[in-house]
Structure formats: C-alpha cells, structure tokens
C-alpha cells in the first residue's frame, strides 16, 4: 500500500472544509481520476460522510437510501486498504447492468448503484492511516443551504463564529414529512442536536448553537412524504472563525 506517502495537512483541511474529495491515488492512477471525479460530481446530495485516521479493525457504517434516490455512490478512500465492501439492504453485494464497481485503484473503491432498493445499506472497510467514507446521491431531497450568524446579528455568512451563541439557518429541498436536524463531527460522532423553528418568512429552518473549537457538519433525518427514513449531509466542514 501507499502508506509511506506524505499527506499534506493543508490539502486534507481545505479539502474536508470546502466540501471537496479526498481521494488517495498513486501518481500512475492520476490519470484516471476524471471518472472518479465525473461520478461525484454527477451525485451532488450527500447522505454520509466523514473522514480522519482509521484504527485497526473492520469498521462498519449503514445509511439509509430512500425512494427519491435515482443514483447513489458510494465512495472509501483507505490509505492502506484492506476491506472496502457495499452491501446491499438484502445482505447481497452490489452487481449487474445497474452497478458501475470502481475497484482499480490501490487505496480506492468507488461502486455506484442506478436505482437502488431503499432501505438500510452497508459499508464495511478496514485498513490503516488516512481514510474518507462518502455516500452521495442523485435525488430531489437535500441540502440546499446552510448559514450562520452571531445571535442578534443579520449578517450570514458559512461559518460559525466561535466563542458566541449563533443561529444557523437550514434551507431544504424536496418533500419531506417530518425530520431533525444534528450537529456532527467531521467523523460522524454526535456533537449537539439542533431543535428546529420554522422561518415564515423565507421557508428556511434556524436553530441556535454555541460551537466549540471543532469543525462539525450539518445532518438531517426523518421521513420522506411515504414515510420512509432519509438521511442527508451538509458536505462541507464548518470550523469556527475567531
């Protein structure tokens, strides 16, 4: 494996805060990082996300795919891979004329999936070093927005400020029945729950929160307009500003 490559810190940081990918390709595999790149972008909801140093061991993540999911990618970028498996809400790995499995790559497996059952599917990896798991879908339910700003101040911006109270402000798209919103660490570890208050005036969602030093990113889970789990990520990780 490429585990005696250098990671630049900086590429990581901005990577991670700006929402962007970390993908960990050999300098041969760079050449064929256009298809990496074309898939993602080509799946712009974010269902899971997160990223950091791997530990010893099998690791195992399920997210729920829900019926507006036309197309979902699902992406592990391990340093040293060792296991990088999708399963199926059947228990059943990804296969046939609707899967496209990306596996050519030393610390890279990208599968995706056209139409996929909704349900509860699973990501198991192992491995050691740097690693990023991605889950993202192309689907009518997102995202659309996430701002912040000092309490009792007008000015949003897409940074928390640190050491004050701040409001965030959540823009959704697509049918939803019911849902809540959380705070997490930029490994998927709860932070703080967001208990949600509807703005009448421009349709958006506001809560307020006092940011401790970490990057955290927005997630969302409830239910669709059939009553079916959904999840959904803000990619981006949002450190305070001094």
């Given amino acids: 494996c490429p585990s005696g490559a250098r990671i630049d810190p900086s590429y990581f940081q901005v990577g991670e805060g700006t929402g962007g990918h970390l993908l960990l390709l050999a300098p041969e595999e760079i050449g064929d990082s256009a298809t990496l790149l074309t898939a993602l972008g080509g799946h712009p909801e974010t269902l899971l996300r ?6 010893p061991g099998l690791h195992e993540f399920q997210v729920p795919v829900d019926p507006s999911v036309e197309s979902v990618l699902f992406s592990i970028s391990v340093q040293c891979l060792q296991v990088a498996d999708i399963v199926r809400p059947s228990g059943a790995a990804p296969s046939g004329d609707d899967v496209v499995d990306l596996s050519n790559f030393r610390a890279e497996r990208m599968v995706i999936v056209k139409r996929p059952e909704p349900g509860m599917w699973t990501l198991r990896l192992s491995g050691s070093g740097v690693s990023g798991v991605v889950v993202q879908a192309r689907s009518t339910i997102g995202i659309a927005d996430v701002q912040f700003a000092p309490v009792r101040s007008t000015n949003f911006t897409v940074f928390p400020t640190a050491g004050v109270e701040n409001v965030v402000k959540i823009r959704l798209r697509g049918r939803v029945r019911e849902f809540r919103a959380s705070l997490v660490s930029g490994v998927f570890l709860p932070v703080a729950s967001l208990p949600l208050e509807r703005d009448e005036t421009d349709g958006s ?5 006092t940011p401790g030093p970490e990057g955290v990113r927005v997630l969302i889970v409830g239910k669709d307009d059939k009553g079916v789990a959904f999840q959904r990520m803000y990619a981006p990780l949002m450190t305070p500003m001094r």
């Fill in 50 to 55: 997160l990223a950091g140093s791997l530990t």
């Fill in 205 to 209: 969602y506001k809560a307020r929160f």
